[in-house]
């Protein structure tokens, strides 16, 4: 019997699968979010719900101290709410009929705010309270929450700004209770002095003490009661990879020592005394050795949470104001109108186009942002108000001058627009120059992209510039990358465009847009009874006005079908290779169908109009919605037909045991060795077939993959039986291997296909 040392042990595995928690690097605390494919516990609340929760009870505590007139919400009916969301919250508070978004919206941008401080600075321990830096962690709460105040008391609110310094603070405060050893010794109660400037902070383990005992592993104590501080001293875990290094005490010679942070990504918590840890991030023990705390610490965090906004003495809605805790987190059902305005001695008539658009919102719930630009760059300037009237009055007063080079500083006037305005809204860029700052473009559409604003341009003369890539292709460029559009026209036309302005801001969607040739082209799009009212836009690129006919296809389409029922059809498609017969409109109305929908152009240009798609219950999609269950079952069973059929059915022709195996329905194990079967292999072969016999009470797979030399002499061999195995394992001829190089690789190669494999040569 050959001897195996212990560094070479092979152990014989059947395909064994190791399943990881693969958890991000930047970790550290109360899980981000949701991680896809990770398990983090049931009833774990992460940064993400702990915040919107904290953030919603805020704003329900604001809702019930402001009602809306004839109101009938009693006291508690929106803090107590069950389960509670920004659309049940916006529902129970104005009614049906007024999205949340804008709202939701705010509410993510703190949290990524929060969770961008994981993976910005997870090695700084004061970011996360970890290592005993409860006291730089609130240095930097307060500075934070000071800083959030100063930028909200500003005239032009940057509020973004605002919420990114916000969702920071929140992360460290959240960190407090996951990390710190407040929640084991005073319960799922906040620790309000936190953040805020003068409050006494408790007093913090001086290095030298220790603040816990080894637990967890294979040691008998539990990490449930490791802790070995006074309850009136702070502490916090130390963490592998961050700034602040544990104190190494080795755990062979001690049992206590600083307390770790614990979990899978800690190196201290295994390695430096004391062992074990005392995170709260999850309810799953594997993760947080102090999982048993989690809801406790979750609570207080969200308490916490709404404190900060919600206090009546130290809360940011008490500092302040209304007005501006409602802009903060948008939650006033307004419109927000944003006009970026060239205010050049040329200007005039834009100008007042732009009064018009605000005299015909004026009993509107609006905000309005005016950024001006001219040149200098330093007549730059931001003006917002949500009163019509101040808005009017400001425009009156702008002093209109200079403008006799043309260029203008367009792009900083959109910059400073498109920083403090909201996101999902259309901006309005009034100007007859080009661009002297062309080269901020590229920041102009990052930022536009960011907040999803729509850049609408009117541009109201040319002043020789229009062929440099700095005037009309830049706005175009611009325009098409944010699905805006680009109108010109001339001052005595401007009234055209603001009229269509006016439309816009009515709440809308657009059903459908897209470029077309100059041709007479026959355009159609999708109306159904739930559009009450629709606008076609027409613009041209050569600045003449389009002549067009609007019309309307009186023949549903539930019944186009000519062809007798017993002749197939089928519809052509835009884009395949099989072109639709040519037969236009105007002098048929017959022809090959189309298969339909807003993306197959044969359907609104060659006749037959129209189509018969079933693919979905759409009629914008598919003309023939009615039909699509009707298709969807007949795919359905002539699926199963395709594998069940006794006669045609793939199961009935290549068996039962090849069917199981196309489907992996037996629940067995494969097993794979690749063999050198040369001279010298009698003993190992003899192993192999051990293995099996190991293996004959249980469902396997056996994949005998054999090499030796010449190359000829490689084979496979696959079985279920094991007996079956052991048979062909016995009937080998042993021989060869004299010149000691087998061919390895292509056993390896004909057995790689089975995914688990044991070379044994």
Same mark, same amino acid.
């Given at each position: 019997?050959?001897?195996?040392?212990? !560094?070479?042990?092979?152990?014989?595995?059947?395909?064994?699968?190791?399943?990881?928690?693969?958890?991000?690097?930047?970790?550290?605390?109360?899980?981000? !979010?949701?991680?896809?494919?990770?398990?983090?516990?049931?009833?774990?609340?992460? *940064?993400?719900?702990?915040?919107?929760?904290?953030?919603?009870?805020?704003?329900?505590?604001?809702?019930?101290?402001?009602?809306?007139?004839?109101?009938?919400?009693?006291?508690?009916?929106?803090?107590?709410?069950?389960?509670?969301? =920004?659309?049940?919250?916006?529902?129970?508070? %104005?009614?049906?009929?007024?999205?949340?978004?804008?709202?939701?919206?705010?509410?993510?941008?703190?949290?990524?705010?929060?969770?961008?401080?994981?993976?910005?600075?997870?090695?700084?321990?004061?970011?996360?309270?970890?290592?005993?830096?409860?006291?730089?962690?609130?240095?930097?709460?307060? $500075?934070?929450?000071?800083?959030?105040?100063?930028?909200?008391?500003? !005239?032009?609110?940057?509020?973004?700004?605002?919420?990114?310094?916000?969702?920071?603070?929140?992360?460290?405060?959240?960190?407090?209770?996951?990390?710190?050893?407040?929640?084991?010794?005073?319960?799922?109660?906040?620790?309000?002095?936190?953040?805020?400037?003068?409050?006494?902070?408790?007093?913090?383990?001086?290095?030298?003490?220790?603040?816990?005992?080894?637990?967890?592993?294979?040691?008998?104590?539990?990490?449930?009661?490791?802790?070995?501080?006074?309850?009136?001293?702070? =502490?916090?875990?130390?963490?592998? #990879?961050?700034?602040?290094?544990?104190?190494?005490?080795?755990?062979?010679?001690?049992? =206590?020592?600083?307390?770790?942070?614990?979990?899978?990504?800690? &190196?201290?918590?295994?390695?430096?005394?004391?062992?074990?840890?005392?995170?709260?991030?999850?309810?799953?023990?594997?993760?947080?050795?102090?999982?048993?705390? *989690?809801?406790?610490?979750?609570?207080?965090?969200?308490?916490?949470?709404?404190?900060?906004?919600?206090?009546?003495?130290?809360?940011?809605?008490?500092?302040?104001?209304?007005?501006?805790?409602?802009?903060?987190?948008?939650?006033?059902?307004?419109?927000?109108?944003?006009?970026?305005?060239? %205010?050049?001695?040329?200007?005039?008539?834009?100008?007042?186009?732009?009064?018009?658009?605000?005299?015909?919102?004026?009993?509107?719930?609006?905000?309005?942002?005016?950024?001006?630009?001219?040149?200098?760059?330093?007549?730059?300037?931001?003006?917002?108000?949500?009163?019509? $009237? @101040?808005?009017?009055?400001?425009? @009156?007063?702008?002093?209109?001058?200079?403008?006799?080079?043309?260029?203008?500083?367009?792009?900083?006037?959109?910059?400073?627009?498109?920083?403090?305005?909201?996101?999902?809204?259309?901006?309005?860029?009034?100007?007859?120059?080009?661009?002297?700052?062309?080269?901020?473009?590229?920041?102009?559409?990052?930022?536009?992209?960011?907040?999803?604003?729509?850049?609408?341009?009117?541009?109201?003369? &040319?002043?020789?510039?229009?062929?440099?890539?700095?005037?009309?292709?830049?706005?175009?460029?611009?325009?098409?990358?944010?699905?805006?559009?680009?109108?010109?026209?001339?001052?005595?036309?401007?009234?055209?465009?603001?009229?269509?302005?006016?439309?816009?801001?009515?709440?809308?969607?657009?059903?459908?847009?897209?470029?077309?040739?100059?041709?007479?082209?026959?355009?159609?799009?999708?109306?159904?009874?739930?559009?009450?009212?629709?606008?076609?836009?027409?613009?041209?690129?050569?600045?003449?006005?389009?002549?067009?006919?609007?019309?309307?296809?009186?023949?549903?389409?539930?019944?186009?079908?000519?062809?007798?029922?017993?002749?197939?059809?089928?519809?052509?498609?835009?884009?395949?290779?099989?072109?639709?017969?040519?037969?236009?409109?105007?002098?048929?109305?017959? #022809?090959?169908?189309?298969?339909?929908?807003?993306?197959?152009?044969?359907?609104?240009?060659?006749?037959?109009?129209?189509?018969?798609?079933?693919?979905?219950?759409?009629?914008?999609?598919?003309?023939?919605?009615?039909?699509?269950?009707?298709?969807?079952?007949?795919?359905?069973? *002539?699926?199963?037909?395709?594998?069940?059929?006794?006669?045609?059915?793939?199961?009935?022709?290549?068996?039962?045991?090849?069917? $199981?195996?196309?489907?992996?329905?037996?629940?067995?194990?494969?097993?794979?060795?690749?063999? @050198? %079967?040369?001279?010298?292999?009698?003993?190992?072969?003899?192993?192999?077939?051990?293995?099996?016999?190991?293996?004959?009470?249980?469902?396997?797979?056996?994949?005998?993959?054999?090499?030796?030399?010449?190359?000829?002499?490689?084979?496979?061999?696959?079985?279920?039986?094991?007996?079956?195995?052991?048979?062909?394992?016995?009937?080998?001829?042993?021989?060869?291997?004299?010149?000691?190089?087998?061919?390895?690789?292509?056993?390896?190669? $004909?057995?790689?296909?089975? *995914?688990?494999?044991?070379?044994?040569?």
């Amino acid at each position: 019997m050959s001897t195996i040392s212990s !560094s070479s042990t092979m152990r014989l595995v059947a395909c064994l699968w190791v399943m990881l928690h693969v958890l991000p690097q930047g970790v550290i605390t109360f899980f981000p !979010s949701r991680l896809s494919g990770v398990d983090i516990g049931d009833g774990t609340l992460t *940064h993400a719900d702990i915040t919107e929760v904290g953030i919603l009870k805020a704003v329900a505590s604001n809702f019930e101290a402001n009602p809306r007139p004839n109101s009938t919400l009693a006291a508690g009916d929106l803090t107590q709410m069950k389960n509670i969301t =920004t659309r049940k919250l916006f529902q129970a508070y %104005y009614g049906e009929g007024v999205s949340e978004t804008r709202f939701q919206d705010t509410i993510t941008s703190i949290i990524n705010a929060n969770n961008q401080v994981n993976l910005n600075l997870f090695n700084v321990s004061a970011w996360h309270c970890n290592g005993e830096t409860i006291r730089e962690a609130n240095q930097k709460m307060m $500075n934070l929450r000071e800083q959030a105040i100063a930028v909200l008391s500003q !005239s032009n609110t940057n509020f973004d700004q605002a919420r990114n310094l916000i969702g920071q603070f929140l992360h460290i405060l959240q960190m407090f209770y996951s990390n710190t050893n407040w929640i084991e010794f005073s319960g799922a109660v906040p620790y309000y002095s936190l953040g805020i400037r003068n409050k006494p902070l408790l007093g913090q383990a001086p290095p030298v003490m220790d603040a816990c005992v080894s637990c967890g592993g294979e040691l008998d104590k539990m990490c449930e009661d490791n802790i070995i501080v006074d309850g009136k001293i702070l =502490t916090s875990g130390y963490r592998s #990879g961050q700034d602040a290094v544990k104190p190494h005490k080795h755990h062979s010679i001690s049992n =206590t020592g600083k307390c770790s942070h614990g979990g899978p990504l800690d &190196d201290t918590s295994s390695s430096v005394a004391a062992l074990g840890g005392i995170n709260k991030d999850s309810t799953l023990g594997s993760l947080s050795p102090h999982s048993h705390l *989690h809801q406790a610490a979750a609570q207080a965090a969200i308490e916490h949470t709404t404190y900060f906004f919600d206090d009546e003495e130290y809360g940011i809605r008490g500092i302040i104001g209304i007005k501006k805790f409602n802009e903060l987190f948008q939650l006033k059902p307004e419109a927000s109108v944003v006009f970026v305005i060239d %205010y050049s001695g040329s200007m005039k008539e834009d100008i007042a186009a732009v009064s018009s658009v605000i005299r015909a919102t004026l009993e509107k719930p609006v905000n309005y942002i005016l950024s001006l630009f001219s040149d200098p760059l330093s007549k730059s300037r931001v003006y917002l108000t949500d009163d019509g $009237n @101040d808005a009017l009055r400001y425009l @009156d007063e702008i002093s209109i001058s200079g403008g006799e080079d043309c260029p203008e500083y367009a792009m900083d006037g959109l910059m400073n627009a498109l920083t403090v305005c909201n996101y999902n809204i259309d901006v309005f860029v009034f100007t007859d120059a080009s661009a002297k700052d062309a080269p901020l473009h590229v920041a102009v559409l990052s930022l536009a992209a960011l907040k999803n604003v729509h850049l609408q341009f009117i541009l109201t003369g &040319d002043c020789g510039f229009w062929n440099k890539p700095t005037g009309e292709d830049l706005y175009r460029t611009l325009a098409t990358a944010t699905g805006g559009s680009v109108y010109f026209t001339n001052k005595d036309g401007i009234a055209t465009v603001v009229d269509i302005i006016k439309e816009s801001l009515t709440p809308s969607v657009t059903i459908a847009k897209s470029s077309i040739s100059a041709s007479d082209v026959n355009v159609t799009f999708p109306v159904d009874q739930t559009i009450l009212q629709a606008t076609i836009k027409i613009v041209t690129l050569d600045r003449n006005t389009p002549v067009y006919i609007l019309g309307e296809l009186d023949k549903m389409c539930e019944d186009n079908m000519i062809v007798d029922g017993k002749i197939l059809t089928s519809g052509y498609r835009s884009g395949q290779d099989a072109v639709k017969p040519h037969k236009h409109h105007s002098i048929s109305n017959t #022809g090959k169908c189309s298969h339909g929908g807003p993306l197959d152009d044969t359907s609104s240009s060659v006749a037959a109009l129209g189509g018969i798609n079933k693919d979905s219950t759409l009629g914008s999609l598919s003309p023939h919605s009615h039909l699509h269950q009707a298709a969807a079952q007949a795919a359905i069973e *002539h699926t199963t037909y395709f594998f069940d059929d006794e006669e045609y059915g793939i199961r009935g022709i290549i068996g039962i045991k090849k069917f $199981n195996e196309l489907f992996q329905l037996k629940p067995e194990a494969s097993v794979v060795f690749v063999i @050198d %079967y040369s001279g010298s292999m009698k003993e190992d072969i003899a192993a192999v077939s051990s293995v099996i016999r190991a293996t004959l009470e249980k469902p396997v797979n056996y994949i005998l993959s054999l090499f030796s030399d010449p190359l000829s002499k490689s084979r496979v061999y696959l079985t279920d039986d094991g007996n079956d195995a052991l048979r062909y394992l016995d009937e080998i001829s042993i021989s060869g291997g004299e010149d000691c190089p087998e061919y390895a690789m292509d056993g390896l190669m $004909n057995g790689e296909e089975h *995914h688990c494999v044991m070379l044994i040569t």
